[in-house]
């Protein structure tokens, strides 16, 4: 069931939302070659706690750490450990914030170093994308609109739609109704109302969209080993568009 939040609840996410931006603008400029995923973990728990807040991601379904950071071929849900930054490296942060015991979410991907024209436009394409997205919401917009827009930007980009994991509702928990697939049909699926407050986060590629799980049962990796990228945002939809909760 979707449960549309409060005034008081959307400002109360916003104000988590301006924490977590806060915290992976600082991770994200920590990030150099010879650092490993863990010390960055780490900084992501210092900062969060100084600023009033809870990582939302620790022991949630029992992930063991504050952050997901996956490198490179690993989607989403890399757990911190001893793999070190190399210059050139395509890294994604993805975070999550309790305020207040409401829930914010987001994720950023970034290119360390040397760059190279596949990468930039990797990145350049699953972040229009979920601009697109974003673009077509306001009361009335239907999860298949939200879907399409993100798909037509990463065909055009001839980028691999992930289609394994979707974005998500909310805020009383990470996650919650409605599903926010990055492909759909328009004027299909569950029509939004104003209140309704989404992680929309499209994940893409450089080849295949086949993914896999890790052993240790929490990374997702593509099949064939090409890059992936992952930009998420945390917003609330209102009667005549929208408003992101989690960028500065």
């Given amino acids: 069931m979707v449960r549309p939040k409060s005034a008081a609840e959307i400002e109360t996410l916003h104000q988590g939302g301006k924490i977590l931006a806060t915290v992976l603008d600082v991770v994200s400029r920590s990030i150099i070659p010879g650092i490993t995923t863990k010390q960055l973990a780490d900084i992501a728990r210092r900062e969060v706690r100084q600023l009033g807040a809870e990582a939302a991601f620790l022991d949630y379904s029992g992930f063991p750490d504050v952050i997901c950071i996956s490198v490179n071929d690993m989607v989403v849900h890399g757990i911190p450990g001893p793999q070190v930054i190399k210059d050139g490296d395509v ?73 394994d994991l979707i974005g998500h509702g909310v805020g009383y928990a990470v996650h919650e109704d409605p599903d926010v697939p990055n492909f759909g049909h328009p004027r299909t699926g569950l029509t939004l109302t104003s209140g309704t407050v989404i992680a929309i986060e499209p994940m893409a590629t450089l080849g295949s969209s086949e993914v896999y799980v890790t052993a240790d049962g929490w990374g997702v990796v593509t099949r064939d080993g090409s890059l992936s990228a992952h930009f998420e945002d945390t917003v609330v939809v209102t009667e005549n568009g929208f408003k992101i909760l989690t960028r500065l």
Avoid: P, W
């Fill in 91 to 163: 890294v994604s942060l993805d975070f999550g914030v309790k305020y207040r015991g409401l829930v914010t979410d987001s994720a950023r991907s970034y290119i360390i170093g040397a760059q190279d024209e596949a990468k930039r436009h990797l990145l350049k394409g699953t972040r229009l994308s979920l601009e697109a997205g974003l673009a077509t919401l306001k009361a009335g917009v239907q999860i298949g609109d939200i879907g399409a827009a993100i798909q037509s930007v990463l065909e055009a980009y001839k980028l691999g739609i992930v289609r």
